[in-house]
């Protein structure tokens, strides 16, 4: 089976930036994968970021981060990273990443097949 694991959540000031990466615990390649990345803002419902395809396809699912967060993948390294950027207090939240069977389009949270346990990431001053 597929292990997802989050890391490089951290603390970090407003207007900061960080890069989460999501890789497999489990050895099992990424590569036919769709990859999304959500979030779980404390006391709020789990929401879409965005997702890749594996050819690259981008999808955004929250309009709110489009410009600041950066999706994408490096199949060498068999990981897939978020950058975030210029970061906000309302980006405080449990971020994690989801797998899904189909490789070429992204679909709903519903859809994802695999999902790792979050990094969590704190924007405060």
């Known amino acids: 089976q597929l292990q997802l694991v989050e890391s490089g959540g951290s603390l970090v000031k407003p207007g900061g930036s960080l890069r989460l990466s999501c890789a497999s615990s489990?050895?099992?390649?990424?590569?036919?994968?769709?990859i999304a990345w959500f979030r779980q803002a404390p006391g709020k419902e789990r929401e879409g970021v965005q997702c890749i395809t594996s050819r690259g396809i981008v999808t955004n699912y929250a309009d709110s981060v489009k410009d600041r967060f950066t999706i994408s993948r490096d199949n060498a390294k068999n990981t897939v990273y978020l950058q975030m950027n210029n970061l906000k207090p309302e980006d405080t939240a449990v971020y994690y990443c989801a797998a899904d069977w189909d490789p070429n389009f992204c679909h709903q949270e519903s859809d994802m097949d695999y999902w790792g346990k979050g990094t969590l990431v704190t924007v405060s001053s």
């Open positions: 489990s050895g099992a390649t990424l590569d036919y994968y769709s």
